[in-house]
């Protein structure tokens, strides 16, 4: 398991393009037959990723849970969202097994012991992304589909930034205890997200881009909004925000994304807006 320690604003002035990436991007979530995690250190958030192609995999797989989380299995006292952002296929928690769709989301609430990942066709296998979250509370472990997710408009044609924002696990749909997950997907000939920009000082967040073309990227901005710099991502690669940082990107052509966020609340607007004539 790939481990990233915390970041402050003062260092990352500094930074150049390679240490930002090597921070805060994730490169390569999806292996075959492989469980992907990385743990940062910025609210003890774990990014993982999961590609089952010819076998069933268990969501502890090639890691030492003992080492990293002082745990007996990972959701001892942790929560966790999977988006299926592939293929059909299917998770099974302690024997009960939730069908996941291509953008369905799985919420699996602490004290799920035995998580694995299936696909229902090898030759087009699901690809399940996730986010896993300290939590000190049992939730209901629930499927939302995409179809049930809380949806919100957001953004213009004129300032290209018209979107839709697609709440799946927040408290307007179901109960967790730290964690927020959704996915925001970008109209035809937007390109901007998350602008105008703004930071949550209570929480920290991870990006995940994908549905950009092969010959496209998205530039994500993040860092100061009096100092900011950008990561040039593709399609399937994630980034860490911390809650000091704006988060917003531009793409070369519309794509969508899923966010995380984990902290002090769950609160969708507790956020502090930064007008876009304030960015340097």
């Known amino acids: 398991m790939d481990i990233r320690y915390s970041a402050n604003q003062k260092d990352f002035k ?3 393009t390679q240490e930002i990436r090597d921070e805060f991007l994730i ?34 797989k090639g890691i030492d849970v003992l080492k990293a989380f002082g745990a007996k299995f990972l959701l001892e006292r942790r929560e966790i969202g999977i988006f299926n952002i592939g293929d059909t296929g299917e998770i099974t928690v302690d024997g009960k097994i939730f069908p996941m769709g291509h953008k369905d989301c799985l919420y699996i609430a602490m004290g799920s012991k035995d998580v ?16 896993c ?4 509370k049992t939730c209901e472990t629930k499927l939302i589909t995409v179809e049930n997710a809380a949806k919100r408009p957001l953004g213009t044609v004129e300032t290209a930034n018209k979107r839709v924002i697609y709440q799946f696990i927040h408290p307007d749909v179901l109960e967790s205890c ?10 035809e000939g937007s ?9 949550h000082e209570r929480r920290m ?7 950009i073309p ?49 902290g002090e609340n769950k609160e969708f607007d507790d956020m502090d807006g930064i007008a876009t004539s304030e960015l340097r």
């Not at 967040?205 to 549905?211: L, Q």
């Open 178 to 187: 730290q964690l927020c997950m959704g996915l925001t997907e970008l109209d």
């Open 116 to 131: 694995c990942f299936k696909s229902a066709d090898p030759d087009s296998p699901a690809r399940f992304y996730m986010v």
């Open 27 to 60: 490169e390569k979530l999806f292996l075959p037959d492989e469980m992907v995690a990385v743990y940062s250190h910025v609210d003890r958030m774990v990014t993982m990723g999961c590609m089952p192609v010819n076998s069933t995999v268990s969501i502890d």
């Open 214 to 262: 092969e010959d496209q990227v998205v530039f994500h901005l993040m860092g100061e909004s009096s100092e900011t710099r950008h990561i040039v991502l593709r399609s399937e690669q994630a980034v860490i925000s911390p809650s000091w940082s704006i988060h917003a990107g531009c793409g070369t052509s519309r794509y969508s994304f899923i966010w995380a966020m984990g």
């Open 14 to 16: 500094s930074y150049t």
């Open 133 to 136: 979250a300290p939590t000190h």
């Open 191 to 199: 390109v901007w997200n998350t602008m105008p920009a703004h930071t």
């Open 205 to 211: 967040e991870v990006y995940f881009y994908f549905k």
